[in-house]
């Protein structure tokens, strides 16, 4: 039997369909905004810390190249201006000598010091090594620079206000995150923290 095209209902138009479908796709770009409002600072820490991380293995990995270097040298430590060139074979990466957040567009800046007081110093000389900076971040950006703690970036190079931390090598070999207030802080022993 057949139907006639008059004797077919006509089909009703989906509109609640279509109204639904269009708020959850308002609702759905909604919610992809606030994700981003919210993961978008947490990513942004979650870099700065890996940042903190490597700038610490960095420093580390260049207070051993000294000590090594020293050990060879009959306790000496390196010439202030050409300790990257003296100390690079006694470390396992060349880019240690970099700090992450100096260098992220430059890669011929650097970002650590060498304590220019200590140039062709003994290490026996320091009775205190685990006080002593030896490197640091530092404002200077050049291969082989060199200066005095009072070139350490103010406020800390990793972090913000009170958080704010530099990171420094000592003659130990040690290496630290130490904010600005500890840089005037006292030991027991009545002298600085950091010498």
């Known amino acids: 039997m057949q139907v006639s095209p008059d004797q077919v209902p006509p089909k009703s138009k989906n509109n609640v369909l279509w109204i639904v479908l269009g708020v959850l796709a ?12 919210i993961l978008f600072p947490v990513f942004s820490q979650a870099k700065l810390a890996a940042q903190k991380t490597i700038a610490l293995h960095n420093v580390k990995q260049s207070s051993m190249g000294l000590i090594l270097y020293s050990a ?9 201006t050409h300790w990257m060139d003296l ?8 880019d240690s000598f970099k700090s992450p957040l100096a260098t992220p567009n430059d890669s011929s800046d650097y970002g650590f010091a060498f304590r220019k ?9 320091f009775p205190d090594p685990a006080y002593r900076a030896t490197i640091f971040d530092g404002t200077l950006l050049s291969r082989n620079a060199s200066s005095g703690l009072e070139s350490l970036p103010n406020p800390g190079r990793y972090g913000t206000g ?3 931390t530099n990171m420094i090598g000592f003659l130990d070999g ?22």
């Open 87 to 94: 100390t690079v074979s006694y470390i396992a990466d060349p």
């Open 26 to 37: 308002v609702c759905g770009c909604g919610g992809v905004v606030i994700m981003a409002a």
């Open 117 to 125: 007081e200590f140039s062709l110093k003994k290490v026996s000389e």
């Open 162 to 164: 009170e958080r704010a």
């Open 72 to 80: 060879d040298y009959n306790d000496r430590l390196p010439p202030d």
């Open 174 to 195: 040690h290496a630290q995150a130490v904010k600005d207030t500890m840089l005037k802080a006292m030991g027991a022993d009545g002298k600085p923290t950091v010498r």
